[in-house]
Structure formats: structure tokens, C-alpha cells
């Protein structure tokens, strides 16, 4: 029996049908890496389009990326100073949870995209007097609506850029190399 | 032995087994054994409380522990002055070479000796070949029943079960110290910082600093003592921590 | 003259008797045995080989999944003892992995004609034996999930494994090892699958087609199979001489009291030999024992000829233990001197001093009476004690001496936990692979067999019978 | 095999292999995500990541260092010493560094709640790393509360009301001290074990007796050349160890002067005698009499008149009941004598014995003998704190004896409890909770699970101290009248309110005398009052236009002091021309072994709960986690007891069983065992975990009134059994143990 079905698989028949097990097996892995790459839900469907494109900096609503290792997330109070003259936050459905939130006192859970291990030590402000501009890291987010994160932060990728960032100096090329300038 | 004060920064090659750039110096006389620096350091560096029976088993994951041995017997009896003993942060450290992952390193920038946690396998051979004695491993993951966890430093990544952490020189602080410093546009001063042992000693017993910056006070003070003594030297360890013992 | 010719005739039936070699059998009917005792499953066996899997089950996955999601803690190493028992049992099956190579490879390439049925079994021990290497020194890790960081593969990290470190040639010397003696075990394999392949049907038919390769036995097959074992036994010689040497340099390369000695290569070698060939003996005699028609591959003869390797060989164990004895005392560090005085005097002195008598004073005892050393229960008994000696010769290198170094403040000693589990799991795990292997593939070379009998012929000069060997090569 | 694959068989698999996927690529960002709740409203100096730090007073111990603790976004993170503040110049004990996990500990009271005496507070678990354990859930609310505490107040009459309160003088204690002054109710009684052990009282009563001032006297340790300590154990946890270990270290190595010498008289080797230069093992007991012998002694070298204080003892006579030899005593009393800065302090068990006010007085002489008051190296009166009028010291034993008296006779209705654990501290043969049995209605303001709260019919928990407003009056150890601020570094982690807010609120709802008593709004509010009346005073460390900038300026600094030196000279006159009794303590109990308890250096009184505590090792043992007997090891050797073997310790008022650690410092007829564990209560850390010494106190005090804690002989009976104690030391390489006879 299974010499006829080893025999079957030579057709071109079989030969189809192995292919499209293969084709379904890698499809199958191609969706299970595709879901773990997916951006998370967020509390309320931010669009940072929208807010770039008023002009607004990035540093006005992170203003830490400048000062220290943290960028932070703005508190709903920040959001709540424009929004509370903004007719449409009375009506939108979008902005329904921001108005809750901040009439019940309860904080906003957002998942924030842009993630480094707990075992890496990252600091905004260092990156930022380095003359790294926020979309460098960050992607174009004057184009995005909710928050995404265009860059595989990886070890590799940090790697990189630190390395070209020292070019020829070597005693710069030794610090943004030494494993414990961002593990401790 | 070369003392302290030989090392210029110029010197200061960018290989291990060359001179120390952070050193201490401890002073076996004031040290009271009083434990302060141990506890100081665990709450600095989110160390594991492992218990009774896993500290009475050699588990326990003090950083910096304090020895202490007695001489004589009574009445006769003394105690030797108490040592405080944590990661002699060698220039040319034995734990080094032997990790197959590259998990302990050493750290051209700041002249010590990194543990990535990160990337340690667990293989413990670093712990074997310390002639000090200094690493700890995790060898459970150890709970911080809710909240303590609350209390967590989160400069310093917490540990999990499998990997091996040691002292680090509070390098957290020195980055913290250094990017101050780069923000402002200046060099990081002596004294600006110093690690938490050495910052919650209430002999003052513990001084850390820049070796090899002859007008630090840790070289100020090794110069001033002039007798120090590195442990286990004949190693040709080049620790980074100078001990002096008696009066 | 009668007399004469009878008293000939006795030498000769007696010659024929005590050695296989002279003692031939049609092939076909050797073959035929040979085909026999892997067939032949009896209840018992089935019954012994439920109850080993059912330890290694116990040892190699529940007792290991729990050590790999409590973390090492469940186990008894500790500070200052990092290393326990996992090292001691990697160190031990690597040890006795050695015996094949040495057998199959060294006693090849100095044509030791007694070698001739035992080949296999004691290739398969360096296969099998290493597969247990690997279970300990993986089991000793702590987070083995994170293992294959040990291998050089290019990644995005830009991070390569350290060569600086004596485990990372371990690992590349023991992987070179188990993928060479694995060919090694292969290519003598061949042509008694062959075999096995035109007197099977079935299942098993399937199998030996796939395993021999196409092997029809042509002039050509012979000549390629000749070399290729010929390149492998001398190629593999120098890769057995080096795993354990640098198996002993990650001790002798440690900065620690009993452990930095120089002559740790050739002490571990030979401690390897000697573990190994006590394990074959052992091997050798349950196989006997066991199973069917194997009384008449494996003689006395044989047990007489291992045995005298093992007086050697134990002999020369006794000289390098007391060499690095020696050059350690010499040296007079004062925590070596310490380490040294604990090993005889500490708690665990009993070990030292049963070391001792298991590795030197039993085999000498016995293995010098060739009467004695030709029985297999009792060299086999020999075997199993010098395997007890040498587990405790690692023993006391591994946790013993860890628990002494340069912080008197941090000695501490050391109680196994769930090594012990995981420890009998291997050894079960070996013994099922034996168990599993005896039933798939002759542990009999029966080629090389019919190979040496061809040879050796019985010839009368005068009076006296003559044994005389061809060379067929 | 089949051609076959049903449906069913292939979600299967593609569901195995997105699981598989999943897991080998877990290091995707999706294994990661968490939620982050940023501020509602950030506040103002707080950035993103960035710590702020507070200044506050360390409420571990009384001694009142200050701190300064690092917090992130509403997270306290680290203790860190104020380096400002002149008890402690920004150096912390190990006690200080765990404060943390006091208030993050896992079992603490989370609110308002009435209960059954004796009920638990929280599950019982035997794992104590386990997340299983729930504490007792609240069970009132604070408004409930609030009244019960005013029903209190006012149900009873006032001489019916006690209060009860922890050793620091603090704000609390000033406001139940106004309420009482204005009220009638019973003025509040301060008490800790520490001073318990510390016998402050003699202390205070020898000063009074030889100075005419009642005072808590200072030791200027670092000033000093050569110190003779006779028991105090000031590097571990007397009076003001921080300060007084500083001292130490410049004691030691000062740039400016030679290295001094110590000298410790005691039996058993504490941390303190270890460091010492000369550890001298003397006869429990002959305390006064070695130091009247080594004044003597020092009299002849020095010449001139023999004081009378020294006259009547006679050195050889004190040799041989000291055990002291002779040669010893004159070595010493030389070294004394020709020094130019000689100090001798009085302390620890050496004070709590029947004579401990004859030790205490005979080693002052010895200071009059060396001529060192009001000069560096000598002894001082600690400068009062600011507003401070006169030293007020906890009560003594004897004191607390009295006060569980008029408990056991029902002359309390109600007894408030804030900052004490009396069930723990103090001797059991006292029966404190026997007592509460004729109090109608206890209330407990306890932060902790302890053993008194479960005694308690009500517990309102008070804040943590690092969730706390507040100050405390620095007793001694500096030489600036200091009064130590406290604030709030995080926000309560738990529905626990202010005790000071609580009978604030109470008072108001009381009305009448009460709230007279306190017109406050609030804790905060009475404060600032206190604070500010300090605002006209002249050199301050600060001084401020308005209160409220003053007050703001209060917190900032971590405190209040004056910058010129409060301490006094003790007046010298008449400390030579006592008459002091030299006599050998008496011991009470059957035993042969002389039975010395000391404070465990690193639990004290109150860190048992804390699990980084109880993990640091002892600093003479270094023992964790537990409790232990020391045994010489002739002695041990001689009732063939081995260390880990437990023993049973009898003495006439009760016995416990634990651990022997072989100590080679300890006299051979002598036995030594810390305090600290032994809790029947107070959290998973600390409950069920070694013995509690107390339990082996008799009711016998000192002259002063300070228990004669070290006043007993015990017997010591096998068991037959063995407790491994974990120690961090090694048996083999410390002491040889396992490592081969010849070792």
C-alpha cells in the first residue's frame, strides 16, 4: 500500500498534491510569523496622521525622548487640553474613549509598538543629541494612522546603524559596540 | 606592584589585561560587617531573596558578600577583619575567556567585566574559573510575591532562572552618571556618583571612583594608604579592587 | 604413531575449540545464526525493554522537563559547586564512547585478529555512549533552549560563539567525534546489511535495502568499503585522542586548585580507555549471555584478550594518577595541597580510597590469572567495578574538588538531587539503545568474521600444527 | 497511510504549525506588548523615566536618619542616605535599605478592619515565595472607623484611655501628648524593644545621678583615642548606629589623627567586639567592678589623689571574679591613662543586669577619671532637638510593667497602639496579651499584620512610613539639634490612613475637649503649625519668609536644624566623689550558663518581615533566616553538643528550643541568642521562624527600672534533634568542619 502511494505521488497528480502541501505548510508558517508581527489593539484608533499633519511635534506629546531615556506616552490631560475646544470630540465616535477616560479618571491603556526586551537598556535622549531624528527609528508617522512599527528592532539593526554612526573613530566605535552599553 | 596612581589615562590601551578605568578601594579596618552594603546592593540591583534553604545550600545571590574568619582560640580568640568580597572587576578576568556564548565580556569602553544576562546559557563555567567566588547564579526563578516587584530598579533588567549575574559596578549609574554629564556638556566628577555599597557605607569603608585619574579620591586615598592589597594577584587577575587590612 | 596422531589431532580440535578464527562455520549457516538472534524476541526481552523505557521516560523527559522549568535548583550544584554530576556523566559516556573507536580503529590498524566479532558492539558503544554525552551536558545547561547559540551560524546579532572557551572545542571536538565514529559504525555495516537484506522480507527487508546501500558484494564495492574504513580508522584515531584531551581541558585549563594540571590530557585518554574497555567486557558478556548463538562468536579467547588490555590499561592509569598526584603535591600551592588532603580525609575520602582499589587493586588482583580473566562473568564483574571506579575517579574530579578553591569562606559540599533521576535515565537509555540496536543490526560483523576464519588456517609443519593468517587485503 | 486527509486533520496541523511558529519566532514583538497607563494628569518635576527624589526620616529604627528615596512614576525604588542631614550624611544601615520592603511587603493591612482577637490577618502558607497568601480583606469603612475611634474617646472616661506608641518622639507623640494634656486621657507611654535592650533608662538615671541632669549622654567615638566599651554594641544597632559607626570609622582612620583603639568588655563577642582591638571576656556581671578596678588602676599611674569613687575596690579582688587577669587590667588602665583621648561608654547587656546603674555609673566615673566631658573624644549631653524643652525617654520596663499592671486591673477601657508590638517585645513572663484580655476595646493603628494587631479589636493601619507626613526629634548621635522631616514619597499603596489623621478626624467628630484639643484639618496642617513655630529661631540650616515656603523648604531638606553644635559638657563635679556599689550582679534562675540576648544586628526589633533582612547574614554568624544559640565550643564540646544540634533553653520563666552555633567567642559558662525572630504573627517572612528570647525573661530590673534582660542563668538541655541553620560562611573552610582531622 504505501508502494502504491509512493508510486501515486510520482504522477502528475501526486506531484500536485505535493505541491500544494507544501504550499499550504509554508502559507501556514507565513501566517503564524505574519500574526506575530501584527500591530496591537489600541484603546482608541489614534491617528497620528491627522495630528503631524496640525503640526503638532512629536516632542510635544513625548517630550522625554529629549530628556531622558523614556519618551513616554502624554497624559490624557495633554490630550484633553486641545480636545476640550475641539467641537468634534463632542460627536466622534473615535473619540468617545478619550472622553470617558478622562471624565471617570480612568487612565488609557495603550500598547505601545516601538518595544525593546527588558534586558535592553535604550535611552532616547542619547540617540537624540546623536542627531538621530525620531522617523529614523520610527518610520514616517506623518503617514500612519495607528501607531506601527516599520523597523524589526532587533540587535542587528541597532548594531548597524551604531557602527556606521562611529565610522572612523575607534574609541566611539568601541563604546556604541561594548555589549554593556545597552545590557546591564 | 604597580599602585594605583601609575595608571594615566593615556596609558589606558583598549585591550583587556591593560589598566582599570573604575576601581575601589575597601578598608578592611572600618568595615563593620554591618551588612549594609549587601542589603543596598540587593535593592539596587533587583537581586533574589532565595530563602532559607536555598541560602543555607550556598544559593544565596549576594552580589557583595562580607567574609569574615577567626584567628586564635579562646580567650585568645579574634576575628579577622571583615572583608567584603564582590567582583574584583579584573582586567584580565579568568571568567572571561572560558564563557562559549560571549555572555562575560569585557567591556573595552568601561574597562569591566559585563555579564549579558541575555546571553549567558547557563553553562556556569565563568562561576567555576573566578578565583573569587563571586558569581551567583539563578538557579531557580526565585518570586517576588505581589507587590514587591513594585520596589524593582528598572535600570537593571531582572534575571531569570538559568542565568549567571554578578557585580556589575553599578553600571547603571555610571551611564546614568555619563549621559548627565554628556547632556551638560561636561566630564562625568569624582564623587558625582559613586555605587550603592559604597554610597549606603556608614564607615565610609568603601570608596569607588576613577583609577586611573591620579586626583580621584579613590586614588588619592590607595596613595595615601599605601600598603593596599588585591586578592588572589599572583593570578595575574589585575583586580580592580584594592583592600586594606589592618591599621 | 597412532598416538602422535591423535595427540595432533586433540591440539587441533582444541585449537579450533578455543578460537573463532579457526573454528569456521558454512556462511550460510553463520549467517543464518546470525539473522536468527536478531529475530529471536523473546517476552523477556520486551518486559526488560518496557521497563528501561519506562526509566528513560522517567529520567530523559520528566525529570528533565522538570529541572528545565524549575530551573537548576531541583538539582543539588550549588556555590561553589556549579558543576555536579550532569559534567561527571558527560565525562564518564564520553570516556566510554572510547572503547569503540579503540577497538574497531587501533586494533584495525594493528591487525588484531581477536577483534574480529566484538567490532560492532563496541562501535555502537561509542555512537550510543556519546548520544548520553550530549544528554548530560545539555541537561546541564540552564537554559538549554537557548543552546544553539553554541553553534556558529550567521545572525543578525553579529554574535559568533567564543573559541577562546574549552567548551566550544568540546563542542566541536565531540560533534566531529559523534559524526566520524558514526560513519565509522556505518561503513563495517554495509555489507551485513547487505547480508541481512537478502535473508529478510518484509519490514525489515525495507530497512536493510535502504541501510546497504545497493551493496551487491562486486570486487569494486570490496575495494572502495576497504579504503574508506581504512581512511577512518587512522583519521578517527587522532579525533578520539583529542575529544578527551579536550574534554580534561576544560579542567586543565581552569584557573582552579586540582584542576590546573598538565597532565590531564593523557590521564583522561586513558582513564576513557579504561572505563571503555570495562564497558565493553560487560557488554560483551551479556551479549553472551543473552543472546542466541552468540556463545559461539564470543570465546573465552576474547574475554582473555580484553582482559589483558584492561591490566594494561589499568596499569597505565595507575602511572598517570600518580603522576598528576605527584606534580600537584610537588607543587606545594597551598589549595591544592588542601584539595589533595580532602580528597583522602574530607567526607567523601571513602570514594578516593574505593577509587582506588576499584581502578587498580581488583583488576590487578584478577586480570593477571589468564584462568581467571578468561572467565566472563567474573572479567565482566571486573568490568562493571572499574566503570564504578572510574564514575568515581569524574566524581571526585567534578563536585569533590569544586568544593574546595581559592574562598575557604564559599566551600561547600554537595548533594545530587535530581541528577540522580536524570543520571539512571541515560544509563537506561543507553542500555535500550543496545537493546534496540541488537534486534536491527547484527551486533555481529559476520563479514569480518568469515573475513579472519577465510584467513587463518590450521597447517601442519612436521608434528606441529601451525596456525598461519593470509593477508587478504 | 492514507491518501486521505480529512479536514479536521489539516486545521489540525495548520494549527500546530502556527503554534509552532509562534513559539520559534517568539521573540516577535506580539510576545511582547504590554499596556502602559500613562499619567492622567502628570505631575509637575516629574518627567517620563526619570526618577524624583524625596527626602524623608528612616522610621526602621528610633534614631531617625534621614533619607532620601528614589522614586519612579509613583514607585519608591531605592533608599538612599540624605547626605544633608547631620545624624546620618547620607549614609544608611542595612535596615534603612530594606525599609522597601516594608512597604511593598506582601503582607501588610490593607484597611479598616474589625476583628476577632486572635483571628489571623492573613492566610497561613508554608511557602513564602508562594503569591497565595490574602490578607484579611477590609471590612469597615474608614468613616466606621473614624467613629469608632471617637466612640472610644468619648464612651470612656479619660483616665480609661491609653495610649501606647513606638520609641521615636515624633509628631504623633506630640499631638496624642497635646490631646492628653488637654483632655485628661492618659499621657501616651513611648516604648520599643530597642530601648528595652539599649536601657535607656539607666543610661538617663547614671547621668542624673553623677551629672544632676537627666540626659541622654554621647559619646564622642570618633574623637576619641583609645574607647573602652563595656557592652555597648554601637556599630550594630545602640542608640544611633549610623552615627555612631561613622564615629568608628574616624575613630579608626582620621586623616588628622592616629588610629585609635577600642577595647570591648563582654562575654560573648558581638559585631562591636569583633572589631575591637582587645576583646575582653569578662565575668558577666563584673562590669562595674573591672571598670572601677581599671580607674583605680589609672588613678595610680596618673598620680595624685585617689578619687573616691575608685577607692574601695581592689583590683586583684576584681581580677579574680572578672576572670580578668590582672596584667590585663593593668595594660588597660595604662593605655587609659596615658592616652590624650580616652573614652569609656556603658551599653547593652552590661546594663541590663541587676547592677546595670552601678555599671553604668562606674564606667561614667571612669570618663571624670579621663577628663573628657564637653571635650572631642568625650562625652557629651545629645543636644536637645529644636523645641525639645527636656529629654524624654521611653519607659522602661519597669515602667511597662506598671502600665500592663493597671491593664491587668482593668483601668483601661480602651488602649490605642500605634508603632509598637508589645506582644512581641516585650518579656512574655510580662503577659501583655494576657492583659489586653481586661482592656474592653484595642484598638491598633498597626501598618503590619504584627502580633499585637491580631490581639486588636480593631486595626486602622496606619501609612507606611514612606507613605507618611510627619517629623521626629533626633535623640542623639549628631551634634545638631535636629528635628527630621518626614513626607510622603509614594501615594498610600493601600486604603490606610494617617493615625494623626484618624484621631484628628476622631477628635472632630468627639467634639467637645476633643476637638478642641485638635483644631486641625488635618495631619498635614497640624504640622505645618509645629514646623513653622521654628521659623523665628536663629541659625537654622534654612529660614523662609512664610510658612508655607518654610514648610516646603522643611520637605525639600528632609528636616530642620540648627547649624551651631547643641551639645552640652555634662557638669564634672561631683562624678569623681560618688560612692558607687561595685558589687557583682545577681542572676535569677537555676541554670549554670549565664544567658546573654542582644539584638540581632540586622532584623532589630522589627525587620523580621522584611525578606532581604532576613537574608543577610549575620555579622558575626552569618546565620539567615533564623534563630540560634552561641555555645563556646569547650562547652559544647563538654555537654557533647554539635553546631545544628537544637537545644532546649530553660530558665526560670520559660524555655525555648533552637539551634546551638558553635561560637569560639563566647565564654565557656556563658550562652548568647539574638532577638528579632520568633514571631507568631507579622507576615509570611517572618512568622513561625526561629525563637524569640523574650519568652525567657523574668520580671527582674536594674536600679533605673530597665530589665535585667541579661540578669538570668539558664539550663541548657539536649533534644536530640537538628535544624541545619543556613549560614553564608562555610563549615569546612571557617572552621575545619568535614575537612579531615589534621585541619
Known sequence: MIKRFFDWLKQPLGLIAVGIVFLALFSIAAYGLYTTQQSPEQPIQFPHKTHVAFGIQCLYCHPGASKGPSAGLPSQAKCWACHNQIQKTQTSALLAPLKDAVLSGQSIEWVPVAIVPDFVQFNHRAHIAAGKNCEDCHGDVSQMNIAENPQVMNMGWCLNCHVESAGEDQEKLVKLTDCGTCHY | MAT?????????????????????????????????????????????????????????????????????????????????????????????????????????????????????????????????????????????PEPLANQLNPDVTVRRRGVMEKCTFCIQRIHKAQDQAKAEGREVMDGEFTTACAQACPANAITFGRTDDPRSLVSQLAKRRGHGAKHLEELGTLPNVTYFKGG | MTDHKNHAEHAEAHLREKHLMLDPLPRGRMNEMVMESMRHITWKFWVVFGILAAISAYGLFYSWGVMIAEGLGVAGVNRPVYWGIFLVNTVFWIGISHAGTFISAILRVFKAEFRRPFTRAAELMTTFGLVQAGFSIFMHMGRVWLSYWLMPYPNQRLLWPNLHSPLSWDLLAITTYILGSTMYLFLPLIPDMAMARDRSTGWRKTLYKILALGFRGTEGEWTHLRNAMNIFAFAIIPVMFSVHTIVSWDFAAATRPGW???????????????????????????????????????????????????????????????????????????????????????????????????????????????????????????????????????????PISLTINRMPFTWRMYQPGIEIPLGIGTLAFFALLYMAASKLIPLIPVWEVQEGQMAHELKKFGRETVVTVSELE | MSEKFSRRDFLKLAGMGAATTAVLTGCGPASRYVKREPYQQMPEYNYNGQSTYYATTCRECAAGCGLVIRTIQGRAIKTEGNANHP????????????????????????????????????????????????????????????????????????????????????????????????????????????????????????????????????????????????????????????????????????????????????????????????????????????????????????????????????????????????????????????????????????LGQSNGLAVAEAVLALNALADNFGKPGGVYFSPLAPSQTEYQRPASAKEMQDFVQKMKDGKFKALFIHGVNPVFELPASMDFKGALANVEQVISFATFPDETAAEADFIFPDHHGLESWGYQRVVTGSDLPVLSGAQPVVAPYYDTRAAADVLISAAQLAGGSFAQALPFKDEVEFLRGKVSALMGEANGSFSAMDAVAFMASFQQFGGWWKMSDGRTAPSAADALNQNVKGDAAEFAGEGEFFFIPFVSPTLAEAGANKPWLQELPDPTTTVMWNTWLEMNPETAHELHIEYDDVVRVVSEAGAVELPVYVYPAIRPDTVAMPFGQGHTAYGRYAEGRGVNPADLFGGHFNEAGDLAFAGMKVKIEKTGKKRPLSRLESMMGVYGVGLGEEH
Open chain 2, 4 to 144: 594605583l596612581n601609575d595608571l594615566k589615562i593615556s596609558e589606558v590601551k583598549l585591550s583587556e589585561g591593560e589598566g582599570g578605568k573604575w576601581g575601589m578601594v575597601i578598608d578592611q579596618d572600618i568595615c563593620t560587617g554591618c551588612q549594609a552594603c549587601v542589603a543596598a546592593c540587593a535593592m539596587e540591583n533587583n537581586i533574589s531573596f532565595v530563602g532559607e534553604e536555598d541560602s543555607g545550600y550556598g544559593r544565596s545571590m549576594h552580589w557583595i558578600r562580607i567574609e569574615r574568619f577567626w584567628e586564635g582560640e579562646y580567650p585568645e580568640v579574634k576575628m579577622t577583619p571583615n572583608q567584603p568580597m564582590l567582583c574584583q572587576q579584573c582586567g584580565s578576568a579568568p571568567c572571561e575567556p572560558v564563557c562559549p556564548a560571549f555572555a562575560t565580556v569585557h567591556s573595552q569602553a568601561e574597562k569591566l567585566n559585563l555579564q549579558v544576562y541575555n546571553r549567558c546559557v547557563g553553562t556556569r563555567y565563568c562561576a567555576n574559573n573566578c578565583p573569587y567566588q563571586v558569581r551567583s547564579f539563578n538557579w531557580r526563578d526565585y518570586k517576588r
Open chain 3, 260 to 398: 590546573s594540571s598538565t597532565i590531564f590530557g593523557p590521564y583522561f585518554v586513558i582513564g576513557a580507555l579504561h572505563s571503555g574497555m570495562g564497558a565493553v567486557i560487560t557488554v560483551l558478556a551479556i551479549i553472551r549471555g543473552t543472546m542466541k548463538h552468540m556463545k559461539y562468536f564470543i570465546r573465552p579467547e576474547h574475554f582473555d584478550a580484553i582482559g589483558k588490555l584492561m591490566l594494561i590499561i589499568s596499569m597505565t592509569w595507575a602511572y598517570f594518577f600518580f603522576n598528576d598526584y605527584m606534580v600537584q603535591w610537588y607543587g606545594g600551592d597551598k589549595w591544592t595541597k588542601q584539595l589533595l588532603h580532602f580528597h583522602e580525609a574530607g567526607p567523601m575520602g571513602w570514594m578516593w580510597f574505593a577509587m582506588l582499589v576499584c581502578n587498580v587493586v581488583i583488576p590487578w588482583a584478577i586480570l593477571w590469572n589468564p584462568k581467571w580473566r578468561s572467565t566472563p562473568w567474573l572479567v565482566s564483574t571486573v568490568g562493571i567495578i572499574i566503570n564504578v571506579g572510574m564514575w568515581f575517579e569524574r566524581y571526585i574530579i567534578v
Open chain 4, 87 to 350: 545624624l546620618n550624611l547620607g549614609k544608611t544601615c542595612a535596615r534603612g535599605q530594606a525599609t522597601l520592603h516594608g512597604l511593598y511587603n506582601p503582607n501588610r493591612v490593607r484597611g479598616p478592619i474589625k476583628h476577632a482577637r486572635g483571628d489571623r490577618l492573613y492566610a497561613k502558607a508554608n511557602d513564602p515565595f508562594n503569591d497565595n497568601f490574602d490578607d484579611a480583606e477590609p471590612n469597615m469603612s474608614w468613616d466606621e472607623a473614624l467613629q469608632t475611634v471617637a466612640d472610644a474617646l468619648t464612651k470612656y472616661k479619660p483616665e480609661e484611655i491609653g495610649f501606647l506608641m513606638g520609641m521615636a518622639p515624633d509628631h504623633l507623640f506630640d499631638l496624642v501628648t497635646d490631646l492628653a494634656n488637654a483632655t485628661g486621657i492618659n499621657a501616651p507611654v513611648r516604648f520599643g524593644a530597642l530601648g528595652m535592650f539599649e536601657s535607656r533608662a539607666t543610661l538617663s538615671k547614671a547621668a542624673e545621678t553623677l551629672f544632676g541632669e537627666a540626659r541622654m549622654p554621647f559619646f564622642d567615638v570618633g574623637g576619641a583615642q583609645v574607647v573602652l566599651s563595656f557592652g555597648a554594641n554601637f556599630l550594630e544597632t545602640w542608640l544611633s548606629p549610623v552615627s555612631y559607626t561613622r564615629g568608628f570609622a574616624s575613630l579608626r582612620q582620621a586623616e588628622t589623627k592616629m588610629r585609635g583603639k577600642l577595647v570591648q568588655f563582654e562575654a560573648r563577642m558581638s559585631a562591636t567586639g569583633g572589631k575591637a582591638d582587645e576583646w575582653v571576656p569578662l565575668r558577666p556581671g563584673t562590669e562595674a567592678l573591672v571598670a572601677l578596678a581599671i580607674g583605680r588602676l589609672a588613678s595610680e599611674i596618673r598620680g595624685g589623689a585617689m578619687p573616691r569613687v575608685f577607692s574601695s575596690v581592689d583590683p586583684i579582688d576584681v581580677a579574680s571574679k572578672s576572670g580578668v587577669k590582672l596584667e590585663a587590667l593593668e595594660h588597660i588602665a595604662a593605655m587609659f591613662a596615658n592616652s590624650t583621648g580616652a573614652l569609656a561608654i556603658p551599653g547593652g547587656a552590661a
